[in-house]
């Protein structure tokens, strides 16, 4: 019985910690700064990224990023995203290998 309390006692901690934050890296591949917004859903950020440089982000899995390439990348968890400033270049997820 004790056990069993003991689990379902981790569970219930579990369950109120809620979903992990994932930190996205956003790269900025470009000569000159530029802008993304973060859509956490209940609230919105703008970071700025100095060319050449990355920043992290803290947005759970399912957060948006929007950036110069013009629409929102629906996180995935601890993605990688690169920009040139105008487009999207690359995106890699977690567990995938770097190309």
Partial sequence: MKV???VAAAAFAL???????????VKNTSAGEFTVGVDLGNSEKVE????GKEIKVDCPEGCGITGPW???WKVK???????NGESLISVQEPGEKKK
Avoid: E, K, N
């Avoid at 369950?15 to 890296?25: I, K, Q, R, S, Y």
């Avoid at 700025?48 to 060319?51: F, R």
């Fill in 4 to 6: 069993l309390t003991a």
């Fill in 15 to 25: 369950a109120l910690a809620g979903p992990a934050a994932a930190a996205v890296t």
């Fill in 48 to 51: 700025t990224i100095a060319a």
């Fill in 70 to 72: 013009g629409f929102s």
């Fill in 77 to 83: 968890g601890d993605d990688v995203i690169s920009s």
